[in-house]
């Protein structure tokens, strides 16, 4: 199963960014892992924090979706994500631009032991 944490960096498709509106960071969460997730952080590229679980007392089944809802506005764009599995296993994808993605599908690459994020775009 997934024995280390990997990450998955985006790369930036523009040099400047339009600023974000309330809402714009809200997006759905597609686990097509192969796996079940327990727990979804969302923070701040920038931070050092990833906050509270967002995914509260459920589970997102694979092949299952969730909205994701930011509560308040912000202007931050660039966020990680980090994925709790049900066995406790972890993984992380950084650098998202989440006002100019609305839906993010993660996959398990099982051959390269890393996570991917197919639909996400930087």
């Known amino acids: 199963m997934f024995k280390k944490l990997a990450a998955f960096a985006f790369a930036a498709m523009t040099t400047f960014a339009a600023p974000a509106f309330a809402g714009d960071q ?62 406790k296993d972890t993984a992380t994808w950084s650098n998202i631009d989440l006002c100019d993605t609305s839906k993010i599908t993660i996959f398990w690459d099982k051959k390269a032991e890393i996570p991917d994020a197919g639909d996400a775009k930087p």
């Open 26 to 87: 809200d997006f759905v969460l597609m686990n097509s892992t192969g796996y079940d997730i327990a727990e979804v952080y969302v923070g701040p590229t920038k931070s050092n924090s990833w906050g509270s679980d967002i995914m509260g007392s459920g589970t997102l089944d694979d092949n299952h979706f969730v909205t994701i809802k930011f509560p308040h506005s912000t202007t931050v764009c660039k966020f990680d994500l980090k994925v709790v599995y049900t066995d």
